[in-house]
């Protein structure tokens, strides 16, 4: 009996002990939900900075918290009926499931192979899908130093279109140019070549009307452009640029088509097996 009571003892003395421990290692503790320090000390990177490690810890602890604050708030301000939100979960639990079965459906059923004759067709017939603001080139687009001993060379043989000397200047600009685009081989809208440039679109697009090649020296940099081809804003763009578009307006139409008949399969098949009932 002494030796059970021991063990006893020693068993509520150990509990306590783990209690007052986990008790110390709390961050946060808001209603149940506890935030211990080790969750987030472990979050903060090696060798930070005592103020910086506390602002971390405080960002953490207010993403952490505000959430659960605002759940405590509206337990504490909207109506029973207002915090019940059974239909809102059955909804969405049945939107889930929904969605699952029509994404099971469609896999099995959809045909993702499109033939560029199929292509072609839909392109010859959804032309003006295929007409932008924007300008669609083939381009060559390099910036490189304005003190470069190699600028001299590169600004020579920009706008060349012999095979010999391409191969000089692609190697030029491999090796010195501080960025160094060939659209040459597909083409691409002049969005992407302001991106490429960082300049203004509306800039470019003037430049272009102008002339299709520029150079634009500055202080640190000089950037070198030449357009292969272009089709201007508002044309009719090249079948080669809207492949992946047609390719995908295609499946998009597939898809709607299968949902369609999946939508009708399923209200004649209701009807049939009297699982609706209409009463017009």
Excluded at 57 to 69: G, I, K, N, T
Aim: glycine content about 2%.
């Amino acid at each position: 009996m002494k030796r059970l009571s021991a063990i006893l003892i020693v068993a509520l003395m150990l509990a306590s002990c783990s209690l007052f421990q986990s008790k110390s290692d709390i961050l946060v503790k808001i209603g149940k939900d506890v935030l211990y320090k080790q969750d987030v000390y472990k979050l903060i990177p090696e060798g930070s900075s005592a103020h910086d490690s506390a602002i971390m810890v405080d960002q953490y602890v207010q993403s952490w918290a505000l959430p659960r604050l605002k759940t405590l708030k509206a337990q504490e301000q909207l109506t029973l009926e207002e915090r019940d939100i059974t239909k809102e979960i059955e909804d969405f639990r049945n939107n889930l499931i929904s969605f699952r079965y029509e994404k099971m459906y469609m896999e099995s059923r959809i045909d993702t192979i499109v033939s560029r004759d199929q292509m072609e067709d839909y392109y010859n017939n959804h032309q003006q899908s295929f007409i932008y603001d924007y300008s669609v080139v083939k381009a060559r687009l390099i910036t490189i130093g304005s003190r470069s001993p190699y600028y001299s060379n590169i600004k020579e043989l920009y706008q060349t279109t012999n095979p010999d000397e391409l191969s000089q200047l692609h190697d030029l600009c491999q090796s010195y140019a501080e960025k160094y685009e060939d659209y040459s081989q597909s083409w691409v809208s002049m969005l992407q070549v302001a991106r490429d440039l960082g300049m203004m679109m509306s800039e470019l697009e003037d430049m272009l009307s102008q002339n299709k090649s520029f150079i634009i020296e500055g202080e640190q940099k000089n950037i070198l452009v030449f357009f292969y081809e272009i089709y201007p804003p508002n044309t009719l763009t090249p079948f080669d640029y809207n492949e992946k578009k047609i390719q995908e307006a295609i499946i998009s139409k597939r898809k709607q088509e299968i949902l369609a008949k999946l939508e009708q399969d399923l209200l004649n098949e209701a009807l049939e097996n009297n699982k609706m009932k209409r009463y017009d």
